[in-house]
Nanobody, 127 residues
Framework: QVQLVESGGGLVLPGGSLRLSCAASGFAFDTYGMTWARQAPGSGLEWVSSIDSSGSITYYADSVKGRFTISRDNTKSTLFLHMNKLKPGDTAAYYC????????????????????WGQGTQVAVSS
């Protein structure tokens, strides 16, 4: 069955960096777009970034543009989120989502766009 397992979260100082990974299995990873979303304590789910199936098209939320980079390794069925210049406002649980199509609609976490997601990895940015 489809599995998405996030890792790489942790506690980091403001200005620091982290690399999140999402290991995918149970489906043809190179056929589907993928998305990172996050949920801060007491807040709703926020779309962060999306990438198409080939890795050539990427989208970013304005709040992370220039600081975060989404990428994928289709040979290893793994999605990444490189996060630099982290801010306290980036504190959240981060989730990877599998889109239903090779290129998903950016800036949307509408239920109809995704069919699987992981359990999340926690990122805390604090001094």
């Amino acid at each position: 069955q489809v599995q998405l397992v996030e890792s790489g979260g942790g506690l980091v100082l403001p200005g620091g960096s982290l690399r999140l990974s999402c290991a995918a299995s149970g489906f043809a990873f190179d056929t589907y777009g993928m998305t990172w979303a996050r949920q801060a304590p007491g807040s709703g789910l926020e779309w962060v970034s999306s990438i198409d199936s080939s890795g050539s098209i990427t989208y970013y939320a304005d709040s992370v543009k220039g600081r975060f980079t989404i990428s994928r390794d289709n040979t290893k069925s793994t999605l990444f989120l490189h996060m630099n210049k982290l801010k306290p406002g980036d504190t959240a649980a981060y989730y990877c989502y599998k889109a239903k199509l090779p290129l998903t609609e950016p800036r949307s976490m509408a239920a109809g766009l995704y069919d699987h997601w992981g359990q999340g990895t926690q990122v805390a940015v604090s001094s």
